[in-house]
């Protein structure tokens, strides 16, 4: 059997880093209940979660920085997608919303492929049929 896993958006890094956080206590309970499953997590939401942390002064910055660094080291944790050192330009595997829908459908057994039809008969696809899911997070 496959090894579960999670994705992990902004407001879990900014709850589990920040005890004043309105979703502190979620986020620190939710950690600890999934235990050593992999967590997903992307370029785009720690870039969020440090543009959050600019805001609370020097202190927190490096306190954040400091903490996606750590979050880099674990086994894990996976952060799909890499941009530059400047944040400008995807630097490694870029990941677009669709590919993000279809690996979630696969990973809960939906054929990401699936089409419903409306209720005046308009198909309406579950996925964009260019998405691929994200192997890497799949194995």
Not at 24 to 37: E, L, Q, R
Not at 57 to 73: E, N
Not at 89 to 112: F, N, Q
């Amino acid at each position: 059997m496959s090894r579960a896993f999670y994705f992990a958006d902004t407001w879990f890094w900014i709850g589990l880093l920040h005890e004043p956080d309105q979703h502190h206590k979620i986020a620190t309970a939710v950690y600890k209940k999934i235990g050593d499953s992999q967590i997903v997590t992307s370029e785009m939401v720690l870039t969020e979660v440090l543009n959050v942390f600019r805001k609370f002064g020097p202190r927190w910055r490096t306190i954040c920085c400091d903490y996606i660094d750590l979050l880099r080291t674990r086994a894990e944790i996976m952060v799909i997608g890499q941009t530059s050192d400047d944040g400008m330009e995807v630097k490694d595997r870029p990941v677009l919303v669709p590919d993000l829908l279809a690996t979630v459908c696969k990973a809960v057994g939906v054929d990401h492929m699936r089409q419903n039809d409306s209720t005046i008969g308009r198909p309406i696809r579950l996925v964009e049929p260019t998405a691929t899911p994200i192997q890497e997070v799949l194995s």
